[in-house]
């Protein structure tokens, strides 16, 4: 099982990115789907997360701001950012709770996608 995570990159305060994060392999089910973030210097943190039946859950840093969705079809989960600040800077991770074709339950992460926010 992989998750690849895309959509970082260079923005302007007050500007918009989004994020997606694909998992891919032997998945028979996907539970709750989440976003990070680990600034420079600082634990990595929970953004947001959306669970099976769509119920979301935010940050208070992003509430209003950010927007979590997912598409079981494509196994896919994004995160839409809005209103982006300098303090939002940060390396961005997906995760997922996965179940294996084989029964396996694996919580698994992808490989960060930079995110920076400056003028």
């Known amino acids: 099982v992989q998750l690849q995570a895309s959509g970082g990159g260079l923005v302007q305060p007050g500007g918009s990115l989004r994020l997606s994060c694909a998992a891919s392999?032997?998945?028979?089910?996907?539970?709750?789907m989440g976003w990070y973030r680990q600034a420079p210097g600082k634990q990595r943190e929970l953004v947001a997360f959306i669970t099976s039946v769509n119920s979301t859950n935010y940050a208070d840093s992003v509430k209003g701001r950010f927007t979590i969705s997912r598409d079981n079809a494509k196994n896919t989960v994004y995160l839409q950012m809005n209103s982006l600040k300098p303090e939002d800077t940060a390396v961005y991770y997906c995760?997922?709770?996965?179940?294996?074709?084989?029964?396996?339950?694996?919580?698994?992460w992808g490989q960060g996608t930079l995110v920076t926010v400056s003028s």
């Open positions: 995760n997922a709770d996965i179940i294996e074709y084989s029964g396996t339950r694996r919580g698994s």
């Open positions: 392999g032997s998945i028979f089910s996907i539970n709750d």
